[in-house]
C-alpha cells in the first residue's frame, strides 16, 4: 500500500532540503521555553546555595529509605495506571474509529475531554461520591448482592487515574486515527475485512505512535499526581515523591533538598519514558489520496447495537462522576452563586488567563510541529524519526514533572530583586500554564501535521506556495481539526490549574478553581459544589464552541 | 450566539489583564497598609472585608490584603522575598510556626501592652506576636452515626476499628501536624504506638483540612479530625446539631494564630496601630463568625450564644513552639514508620 513507490512521488528532489536546520519558530519556542525552565530554576538553586548544597541534599536523600519507598509506590502506581488507562482507551478508540460517524460520537469525544480540567478534589470528592460507602454504585452493587469492595487504597488512586486519563488517551489516538486515508476503509470493505483485522492491520498502525506518546503523558501525571494519591491512597503508605517534594517545599522550607528530589524525580521518568517512546513507530501512509474523512467501515443494525454494548461502560465511568457534580451543584441556590460579583470576576478572570495560556499554547505547538515536519522532509519523511525530532516532542513533556509551584517560586525570586513580583501574577500565571499544556497540545497536533505535511509539502513547493499563503491556503484548512482540539485542551487545562495561583493570588486575581479551593476550605463545600458545577459546563461550552466551529467551516 | 460572545470575550481581554496588572501594583504612598494573610481570611466570606472596612473608618487610611495559601504559605513568602517584603503585618502564622517565624529576623517587635486584655486559657505572652484568635483540635462525630462518641483519646485508640476517622497529613496540613502533637504531647515516648493504633480506625490520610472535611460531610466517614469550633459553623450557618465535638479527658491541644510586624512595617505608624486594633473588642468581634475561631481577647465581645454550647476542654495542650521546631522533622518521620507498619 506504498503510494511512495507507486506513484515515484518518493524521487522528486526536495527543493534545498538538505540545507534546512531548524526553522526559528520551533527554535524560538525551545529557547523560550527552556528559559522559563531556568529562570526559574537557577534562582531557586542559588537562593538554596546560600543555606544547603543541593549536591549534598540528592545524597542525603537517595540515601534516605523513606525516599526509597516512596519511589518505589510512585513507580508502581503510576505504571499500574498507566497500563489501565491504554488498555481500556485502546479498545474504546479503535472501536469509535471503526463506526465511523454514529449518534453520539462527538458528545462522547467532548465528554472525554472535560476530566483533566476538573481540580482534583472535586473530582475526588465525586469518585467517594460513586465508589465510596455511599455512594450509588456501591449501592447498586450490594443491591445486586456482590461483595463490598473499599475504595481507599490502591483500588481508589488506579479508579480515580484511570477517570483523568483514559478519556486523554482516547482524544489523542482519536485525533491519530483521523488521519487515516478513506481508502483503507474502501480496500477493507473490499475485502470485507472482518474487524479484528481492521483494528489490527488498519487501525492500530495508525494509532500506535499517538497511544505511546499519550501514554508518556499519562506516566507523568500518575507519577506527580499528590491530591488524589494521599486523599483515596488510604494512609501515607500510599505516598509519592511528589509529596515529598511539597513537604521539602512548604513545611520544611528546604529548597536544596526539593531540588534534589525534583532532579531525581524527573531522571527516573524521563528514562521511563524514553523506554515508552520506542514502542511507538509512526506508520507512513504514503502519498494516498486526500480524503481523510472518518467513513466508518463496519454497519448494520447489529453491529451497532454492539458498538454501544461495548461503549456503554467506559462511557458511563467517565459520565458518572460529572453526573453526581451535576446532582449537586444544580440547586435552587446556582443562580444566586452564579450571579454573585465574587463568582463573575472568578469567571472573567478564569477566561481571560486560560484563552491566553490556549492562544500561546497553540501557536507554540504549531511551531513545534512545523519544526519536526522540516526536519522529517529532510530525510524525506522516510524512515524512522530521528533523535531531534523525538526529543523536540517529548522534551515539552518533561516539564510535566516539574512542580509548577517551583517555577513560580523561582520566577517570584528572580522579580523581587528588582521589582514587585506580584505585578507580574498573570503574565507568570499565563507562561506557566502554556509551558504546562504544551505536551498535550503537542501531541494533539504533531502527528496530523506530519501526516499533512507529507501530503501537501512537495506538492506546495512546485507550486511556489510557500510562507503565510501556505499557512493560509493549505495548512490552517487542513489542520483547522487539530488546532482547535489543542486550543480547547489547552484552554480546559488552563482553566483548571490550581497551582500558580497559590503563590501569585491577591484580592485581585482569584480563578474559579482557586475559589474552589477557598470554599472547601471554609465550610462552604455548597457553594463549592455549584462552583465546581459552573466549571464543568464552561468547559464543556468551550469544547463545543470549538467543535461547532470546526463544522461550519 | 456564541461566536458572538466569545469575540465579546477576546475582545476584553487585554484591558482585563492591563486592569489585573495595574490593580496588583502596591504603591508605597503614606497612609496605606498591606497585609498578608492566608486565603480563608481574606474572603468575602471571611473576616477580611469587615475587618478592612473597621480599620479603615478609624485609620483614615487604606488597608490591602493579599492573601497566599495559608500560614506556611505565608512564612515561606516572606523567606522567598528575603526581607525585600511588601508586607507591613503578616496576620495568620501560627503557633506551630511561631519559633521558626521569630528566628527569621523578618519581624519586629510589637512594643504593645495586651497580654492582659487575652482570655486564652493559660495565656499568651510574645514579644514579637499579638493573638488574634485561639481554637482546639477535637474529634467532630456525625450524630446519625455515633451515639456514643470516645470520651478520651484512649478511647478513640482502641474504640472499633470498622468505625472510621478521617485525618490530616503532618507533612502538608496544620491540623495533621496538630494532631501528632496532640498524641505526643498526651503518650510522650509511647506515641508510635499510639499512631500504630490510629491508623487501625483511619479510613485515609488527607493532604488538606478541605479534603478530610468533605469527606466527613459527603457522609463517607463519620468521624473527622478538625476544630471544637466547626459545630458552631453547622448550627449557626445551616441551623443543624449534626455534627459534634467529641471532648476528650486528657485535653485538647490548642493552636493560637498569630499577627506581626515586619521589619518594613516597624517604619509604619499604621502597623503597630493595627496590631493594637487587631486586639480589640471591634476586631475581636467580627472573628467568631467569620473566621469560626474563638477571640483571643473576648472581653467586650458579643459571642453569639451558639458558642457557649461548644465543648469547652478542662484542659488545653500546647507545646514550646521552640520544642516544635528543633523536634518537628524527627517527630515527623517517627509517626511515617508508626503509621506505615
Same mark, same amino acid.
Not at chain 1, 457534580?325 to 465574587?342: F, Q, R, S, W, Y
Not at chain 1, 512545523?370 to 513533556?397: M, P, W, Y
Not at chain 1, 504546562?436 to 496530523?448: C, E, I, K, N
Not at chain 1, 507550486?463 to 482540539?485: N, Q, Y
Given at each position: 500500500?506504498?503510494?511512495?513507490?507507486?506513484?515515484?512521488?518518493?524521487?522528486?528532489?526536495?527543493?534545498?532540503?538538505?540545507?534546512?536546520?531548524?526553522?526559528?519558530?520551533?527554535?524560538?519556542?525551545?529557547?523560550?521555553?527552556?528559559?522559563?525552565?531556568?529562570?526559574?530554576?537557577? &534562582?531557586?538553586?542559588?537562593?538554596?546555595?546560600?543555606?544547603?548544597?543541593?549536591?549534598?541534599? =540528592?545524597?542525603?536523600?537517595?540515601?534516605?529509605?523513606?525516599?526509597?519507598?516512596?519511589?518505589?509506590?510512585?513507580?508502581?502506581?503510576?505504571?499500574?495506571?498507566?497500563?489501565?488507562?491504554?488498555?481500556?482507551?485502546?479498545?474504546?478508540?479503535?472501536?469509535?474509529?471503526?463506526?465511523?460517524?454514529?449518534?453520539?460520537?462527538?458528545?462522547?469525544?467532548? =465528554? /472525554?475531554?472535560? &476530566?483533566?480540567?476538573?481540580?482534583?478534589?472535586?473530582?475526588?470528592?465525586?469518585?467517594?461520591?460513586?465508589?465510596?460507602?455511599?455512594?450509588?454504585?456501591?449501592?447498586?452493587? #450490594?443491591?445486586?448482592?456482590?461483595?463490598?469492595?473499599?475504595?481507599?487504597?490502591?483500588?481508589?488512586?488506579?479508579? %480515580?487515574?484511570?477517570?483523568?486519563?483514559?478519556?486523554?488517551?482516547?482524544?489523542?489516538?482519536?485525533?491519530?486515527?483521523?488521519? #487515516?486515508?478513506?481508502?483503507?476503509?474502501?480496500?477493507?470493505?473490499?475485502?470485507?475485512?472482518?474487524? #479484528?483485522?481492521?483494528?489490527? /492491520?488498519?487501525?492500530?498502525?495508525?494509532?500506535?505512535?499517538?497511544?505511546?506518546?499519550?501514554?508518556?503523558?499519562?506516566?507523568?501525571?500518575?507519577?506527580?499526581?499528590?491530591?488524589?494519591?494521599?486523599?483515596?491512597?488510604?494512609?501515607?503508605?500510599?505516598?509519592?515523591?511528589?509529596?515529598?517534594?511539597?513537604?521539602?517545599?512548604?513545611?520544611?522550607?528546604?529548597? %536544596?533538598?526539593?531540588?534534589?528530589?525534583?532532579?531525581?524525580?524527573?531522571?527516573?521518568?524521563?528514562?521511563?519514558?524514553?523506554?515508552?517512546?520506542?514502542?511507538?513507530?509512526?506508520?507512513?501512509?504514503?502519498?494516498?489520496?486526500?480524503?481523510?474523512?472518518?467513513?466508518?467501515?463496519?454497519?448494520?443494525?447489529?453491529?451497532?447495537?454492539?458498538?454501544?454494548?461495548?461503549?456503554?461502560? &467506559?462511557?458511563?465511568?467517565?459520565?458518572?462522576? /460529572?453526573?453526581?457534580?451535576?446532582?449537586?451543584?444544580?440547586?435552587?441556590?446556582?443562580?444566586?452563586?452564579?450571579?454573585?460579583?465574587?463568582?463573575?470576576? %472568578?469567571?472573567?478572570?478564569?477566561?481571560?488567563?486560560?484563552?491566553?495560556?490556549?492562544?500561546?499554547?497553540?501557536?507554540?505547538? /504549531?511551531? +513545534?510541529?512545523?519544526?519536526?515536519?522540516?526536519?522529517?522532509?529532510?530525510?524525506?519523511?522516510?524512515?524512522?524519526?530521528?533523535?531531534?525530532?523525538?526529543?523536540?516532542?517529548?522534551?515539552?513533556?518533561?516539564?510535566?514533572?516539574?512542580?509548577?509551584?517551583? +517555577?513560580?517560586?523561582?520566577?517570584?525570586?528572580?522579580?523581587?530583586?528588582?521589582?514587585?513580583?506580584?505585578?507580574?501574577?498573570?503574565?507568570?500565571?499565563?507562561?506557566?500554564?502554556?509551558?504546562?499544556?504544551?505536551?498535550?497540545?503537542?501531541?494533539?497536533?504533531?502527528?496530523?501535521?506530519?501526516?499533512?505535511?507529507?501530503?501537501?509539502?512537495?506538492?506546495?513547493? #512546485?507550486?511556489?506556495?510557500?510562507?503565510?499563503?501556505?499557512?493560509?491556503?493549505?495548512?490552517?484548512?487542513?489542520?483547522?481539526?487539530?488546532?482547535?482540539?489543542?486550543?480547547?485542551?489547552?484552554?480546559?487545562?488552563?482553566?483548571?490549574?490550581?497551582?500558580?495561583?497559590?503563590?501569585?493570588?491577591?484580592?485581585?486575581?482569584?480563578?474559579?478553581?482557586?475559589?474552589?479551593?477557598?470554599?472547601?476550605?471554609?465550610?462552604?463545600?455548597?457553594?463549592?459544589?455549584?462552583?465546581?458545577?459552573?466549571?464543568?459546563?464552561?468547559?464543556?461550552?468551550?469544547?463545543?464552541?470549538?467543535?461547532?466551529?470546526?463544522?461550519?467551516? | 450566539?456564541?461566536?458572538?460572545?466569545?469575540?465579546?470575550?477576546?475582545?476584553?481581554?487585554? !484591558?482585563?489583564?492591563?486592569?489585573?496588572?495595574?490593580?496588583?501594583?502596591?504603591?508605597?504612598?503614606?497612609?496605606?497598609?498591606?497585609?498578608?494573610?492566608?486565603?480563608?481570611?481574606?474572603?468575602?466570606?471571611?473576616?477580611?472585608?469587615?475587618?478592612?472596612?473597621?480599620?479603615?473608618?478609624?485609620?483614615?487610611?487604606?488597608?490591602?490584603?493579599?492573601? !497566599?495559601?495559608?500560614?506556611?504559605?505565608?512564612?515561606?513568602?516572606?523567606?522567598?522575598?528575603?526581607?525585600?517584603?511588601?508586607?507591613?503585618?503578616?496576620?495568620?502564622?501560627?503557633?506551630?510556626? $511561631?519559633?521558626?517565624?521569630?528566628?527569621?529576623?523578618?519581624?519586629?517587635?510589637?512594643?504593645?501592652? @495586651?497580654? *492582659?486584655?487575652?482570655?486564652?486559657?493559660?495565656?499568651?505572652?510574645?514579644?514579637?506576636? @499579638?493573638?488574634?484568635?485561639?481554637?482546639?483540635?477535637?474529634?467532630?462525630? *456525625?450524630?446519625?452515626?455515633?451515639?456514643?462518641?470516645?470520651?478520651?483519646?484512649?478511647?478513640?485508640?482502641?474504640?472499633?476499628?470498622?468505625?472510621?476517622?478521617?485525618?490530616?497529613?503532618?507533612?502538608?496540613?496544620?491540623?495533621?501536624?496538630?494532631? $501528632?502533637?496532640?498524641?505526643?504531647?498526651?503518650?510522650?515516648?509511647?506515641?508510635?504506638? !499510639?499512631?500504630?493504633?490510629?491508623?487501625?480506625?483511619?479510613?485515609?490520610?488527607?493532604?488538606?483540612?478541605?479534603?478530610?472535611?468533605?469527606?466527613?460531610?459527603?457522609?463517607? @466517614?463519620? $468521624?473527622?479530625?478538625?476544630?471544637?469550633?466547626?459545630?458552631?459553623?453547622?448550627?449557626?450557618?445551616?441551623?443543624?446539631?449534626?455534627?459534634?465535638?467529641? !471532648?476528650?479527658?486528657?485535653?485538647?491541644?490548642?493552636?493560637?494564630?498569630?499577627?506581626?510586624?515586619?521589619?518594613?512595617?516597624?517604619?509604619?505608624?499604621?502597623?503597630?496601630?493595627?496590631?493594637?486594633?487587631?486586639?480589640?473588642?471591634?476586631?475581636?468581634?467580627?472573628?467568631?463568625?467569620?473566621?469560626? $475561631?474563638?477571640?483571643?481577647?473576648?472581653?467586650?465581645?458579643?459571642?453569639?450564644?451558639?458558642?457557649?454550647?461548644? @465543648?469547652?476542654?478542662?484542659?488545653?495542650?500546647?507545646? *514550646?513552639?521552640?520544642?516544635?521546631?528543633?523536634?518537628?522533622?524527627?517527630?515527623?518521620?517517627?509517626?511515617?514508620?508508626?503509621?506505615?507498619?
Amino acid at each position: 500500500m506504498s503510494g511512495n513507490a507507486s506513484l515515484g512521488l518518493g524521487k522528486i528532489k526536495f527543493g534545498n532540503a538538505t540545507d534546512v536546520a531548524l526553522p526559528w519558530p520551533a527554535l524560538v519556542v525551545l529557547i523560550s521555553g527552556l528559559a522559563l525552565v531556568l529562570g526559574a530554576f537557577i &534562582p531557586v538553586v542559588h537562593f538554596a546555595a546560600a543555606s544547603d548544597d543541593v549536591g549534598s541534599s =540528592l545524597v542525603e536523600a537517595i540515601a534516605d529509605p523513606v525516599i526509597w519507598r516512596a519511589l518505589r509506590f510512585t513507580l508502581w502506581q503510576a505504571s499500574l495506571s498507566t497500563i489501565l488507562s491504554v488498555v481500556f482507551a485502546v479498545p474504546v478508540a479503535l472501536f469509535m474509529h471503526d463506526r465511523g460517524n454514529f449518534a453520539g460520537k462527538r458528545l462522547i469525544l467532548q =465528554l /472525554f475531554s472535560i &476530566p483533566l480540567a476538573l481540580p482534583q478534589i472535586v473530582a475526588v470528592l465525586a469518585i467517594v461520591g460513586l465508589y465510596g460507602r455511599n455512594g450509588w454504585i456501591t449501592g447498586l452493587l #450490594q443491591g445486586l448482592g456482590l461483595p463490598n469492595f473499599t475504595l481507599f487504597g490502591l483500588t481508589g488512586i488506579l479508579l %480515580a487515574h484511570v477517570f483523568f486519563n483514559m478519556p486523554l488517551v482516547v482524544r489523542v489516538m482519536m485525533l491519530a486515527l483521523e488521519r #487515516q486515508p478513506a481508502e483503507y476503509a474502501k480496500i477493507a470493505a473490499m475485502n470485507a475485512m472482518p474487524w #479484528q483485522s481492521r483494528a489490527r /492491520f488498519l487501525h492500530w498502525p495508525m494509532a500506535r505512535a499517538a497511544c505511546a506518546q499519550a501514554a508518556i503523558l499519562v506516566f507523568m501525571l500518575c507519577v506527580t499526581s499528590f491530591t488524589v494519591v494521599l486523599t483515596l491512597g488510604g494512609g501515607p503508605r500510599a505516598t509519592t515523591l511528589e509529596v515529598a517534594i511539597y513537604h521539602a517545599l512548604t513545611f520544611d522550607f528546604n529548597l %536544596a533538598r526539593a531540588t534534589a528530589l525534583i532532579a531525581l524525580q524527573v531522571t527516573v521518568t524521563a528514562s521511563i519514558a524514553i523506554l515508552i517512546s520506542r514502542f511507538g513507530r509512526e506508520t507512513d501512509t504514503g502519498s494516498t489520496l486526500f480524503a481523510p474523512d472518518s467513513v466508518g467501515v463496519g454497519g448494520g443494525a447489529k453491529i451497532d447495537a454492539f458498538a454501544y454494548a461495548i461503549l456503554f461502560m &467506559p462511557v458511563m465511568f467517565v459520565a458518572l462522576p /460529572f453526573a453526581n457534580i451535576v446532582a449537586k451543584g444544580v440547586t435552587p441556590e446556582t443562580l444566586n452563586v452564579l450571579t454573585k460579583p465574587a463568582t463573575v470576576d %472568578a469567571l472573567i478572570t478564569s477566561v481571560s488567563l486560560a484563552s491566553c495560556s490556549a492562544v500561546l499554547t497553540t501557536l507554540a505547538a /504549531f511551531a +513545534l510541529g512545523h519544526g519536526i515536519c522540516r526536519l522529517a522532509a529532510q530525510r524525506r519523511f522516510v524512515g524512522d524519526a530521528t533523535i531531534v525530532e523525538k526529543f523536540l516532542l517529548n522534551s515539552t513533556a518533561a516539564v510535566l514533572v516539574l512542580p509548577p509551584i517551583v +517555577l513560580a517560586a523561582g520566577w517570584f525570586i528572580l522579580f523581587r530583586s528588582f521589582t514587585n513580583p506580584f505585578q507580574f501574577g498573570a503574565v507568570v500565571i499565563v507562561a506557566i500554564n502554556t509551558l504546562m499544556a504544551l505536551p498535550f497540545a503537542a501531541r494533539l497536533m504533531v502527528p496530523s501535521m506530519l501526516t499533512e505535511a507529507r501530503r501537501t509539502d512537495r506538492l506546495s513547493r #512546485q507550486l511556489g506556495i510557500t510562507g503565510i499563503s501556505k499557512l493560509r491556503i493549505v495548512d490552517l484548512p487542513l489542520l483547522r481539526k487539530p488546532l482547535l482540539a489543542a486550543f480547547s485542551f489547552a484552554a480546559a487545562l488552563s482553566l483548571g490549574d490550581v497551582s500558580v495561583i497559590a503563590l501569585y493570588g491577591s484580592q485581585d486575581l482569584i480563578t474559579l478553581p482557586s475559589l474552589i479551593l477557598a470554599k472547601m476550605g471554609s465550610y462552604r463545600s455548597d457553594e463549592a459544589h455549584i462552583l465546581a458545577f459552573i466549571l464543568c459546563v464552561l468547559t464543556a461550552a468551550i469544547m463545543i464552541v470549538g467543535d461547532r466551529q470546526r463544522r461550519a467551516a | 450566539m456564541l461566536p458572538k460572545l466569545s469575540l465579546k470575550f477576546s475582545s476584553r481581554t487585554p !484591558a482585563i489583564l492591563t486592569a489585573l496588572l495595574a490593580s496588583t501594583v502596591i504603591a508605597t504612598a503614606e497612609g496605606k497598609l498591606t497585609v498578608y494573610t492566608y486565603e480563608s481570611f481574606n474572603s468575602d466570606w471571611g473576616p477580611g472585608p469587615k475587618v478592612e472596612e473597621a480599620f479603615e473608618a478609624q485609620c483614615e487610611c487604606d488597608l490591602e490584603f493579599i492573601s !497566599a495559601a495559608d500560614g506556611v504559605a505565608l512564612l515561606n513568602r516572606l523567606r522567598l522575598e528575603g526581607g525585600n517584603t511588601g508586607a507591613d503585618i503578616v496576620l495568620g502564622i501560627d503557633t506551630n510556626l $511561631m519559633a521558626e517565624a521569630a528566628a527569621s529576623g523578618f519581624f519586629a517587635p510589637h512594643e504593645l501592652e @495586651v497580654s *492582659d486584655r487575652y482570655t486564652i486559657p493559660g495565656g499568651f505572652i510574645d514579644d514579637t506576636f @499579638v493573638a488574634f484568635d485561639y481554637g482546639y483540635f477535637a474529634v467532630i462525630y *456525625d450524630t446519625d452515626e455515633i451515639e456514643t462518641p470516645p470520651s478520651s483519646m484512649a478511647e478513640l485508640l482502641s474504640g472499633d476499628p470498622e468505625v472510621k476517622i478521617a485525618i490530616q497529613d503532618p507533612r502538608t496540613s496544620t491540623p495533621g501536624l496538630g494532631l $501528632m502533637l496532640w498524641l505526643k504531647e498526651i503518650y510522650g515516648d509511647d506515641a508510635p504506638a !499510639a499512631y500504630e493504633k490510629l491508623a487501625e480506625r483511619t479510613l485515609t490520610v488527607t493532604p488538606g483540612w478541605s479534603e478530610a472535611y468533605g469527606l466527613f460531610t459527603d457522609g463517607e @466517614v463519620p $468521624m473527622v479530625l478538625s476544630y471544637t469550633t466547626s459545630p458552631a459553623y453547622h448550627m449557626i450557618a445551616e441551623e443543624t446539631d449534626r455534627y459534634q465535638a467529641a !471532648a476528650f479527658e486528657e485535653g485538647h491541644y490548642m493552636q493560637i494564630e498569630l499577627a506581626g510586624k515586619t521589619t518594613k512595617g516597624a517604619d509604619n505608624p499604621l502597623a503597630a496601630e493595627f496590631l493594637d486594633f487587631v486586639t480589640s473588642p471591634s476586631f475581636q468581634s467580627i472573628i467568631p463568625e467569620t473566621n469560626w $475561631m474563638l477571640p483571643a481577647a473576648a472581653n467586650g465581645v458579643d459571642l453569639n450564644p451558639t458558642f457557649d454550647k461548644l @465543648v469547652t476542654p478542662e484542659k488545653s495542650l500546647l507545646m *514550646d513552639s521552640e520544642v516544635v521546631a528543633e523536634n518537628r522533622k524527627e517527630w515527623i518521620n517517627e509517626w511515617l514508620e508508626a503509621s506505615t507498619k
